[in-house]
T-cell receptor, first 113, second 113 residues
Framework: DVKVTQSSRYLVKRTGEKVFLECVQD?????MFWYRQDPGLGLRLIYF???????EKGDIPEGYSVSREKKERFSLILESASTNQTSMYLC????????????FGPGTRLLVL | AQSVTQLGSHVSVSEGALVLLRCNYS??????LFWYVQYPNQGLQLLLK??????LVKGINGFEAEFKKSETSFHLTKPSAHMSDAAEYFC???????????FGSGTRLSIRP
């Protein structure tokens, strides 16, 4: 079974803090994704990566950056957390192309005070 | 460009009744279509996907969906709802060689005893 793990289930941070969310997959997948999930808005893509050290902006990249130094690990960085970044963050991975199944982690619920 | 619309943010049915969750898509290329389910406090998992083979797709837990090109629809059905089906359901669309998939805003399914 594919397993995608996220470093924290719940996080509370203060405005202005730098926040790191980490995601690890164990199935040698090429693609990894970061989404944020908000009520009524579904999932919105923040960034994705199709290879080590490669990244592409998604639909809402502002205020975020990412890092993929190893194939299995994809980190999301909030450079200076703001209250409007309070959300559920979901990481996913897929083997190669977008039409293939994405496997999701359990999510990190982030509260920025 | 691709988009997906889920009709109804909340659907409530009685246990044993038919479940129908609606999804319409827009795609400039032949689409790949997905239904994902999210149980409380969990990430998303794939229910089923359409990738241009049979138009009636069967998924896990007794769910199925029918691809109707003329109606640009991919509605999800289950003949008899079970209490364990209570969850949020997301429709999603992608295309050949696309780098990402587009998620709908989600439909929360409640089951009445």
């Amino acid at each position: 079974d594919v397993k995608v793990t996220q470093s924290s289930r719940y996080l509370v941070k203060r405005t202005g803090e730098k926040v790191f969310l980490e995601c690890v997959q164990d199935m040698d997948h090429e693609n990894m994704f970061w989404y944020r999930q908000d009520p009524g808005l579904g999932l919105r893509l923040i960034y994705f990566s199709y290879d080590v050290k490669m990244k592409e902006k998604g639909d809402i990249p502002e205020g975020y950056s990412v890092s993929r130094e190893k194939k299995e690990r994809f980190s999301l960085i909030l450079e200076s957390a703001s209250t409007n970044q309070t959300s559920m963050y979901l990481c996913a991975s897929s083997l190669r192309l977008a039409e293939e199944t994405q496997y999701f982690g359990p999510g990190t619920r982030l509260l920025v005070l | 460009a691709q988009s997906v619309t889920q009709l109804g943010s909340h659907v409530s049915v009685s246990e044993g009744a038919l479940v129908l969750l609606r999804c319409n898509y827009s795609s400039s290329v032949p689409p790949y279509l997905f239904w994902y389910v999210q149980y409380p406090n969990q990430g998303l998992q794939l229910l089923l996907k359409y990738t241009s083979a049979a138009t009636l797709v069967k998924g896990i837990n007794g769910f199925e969906a029918e691809f109707k090109k003329s109606e640009t629809s991919f509605h999800l059905t289950k003949p008899s709802a079970h209490m364990s089906d209570a969850a949020e359901y997301f429709c999603a669309v992608s295309g050949i060689s696309a780098s990402k998939i587009i998620f709908g805003s989600g439909t929360r399914l409640s089951i009445r005893p």
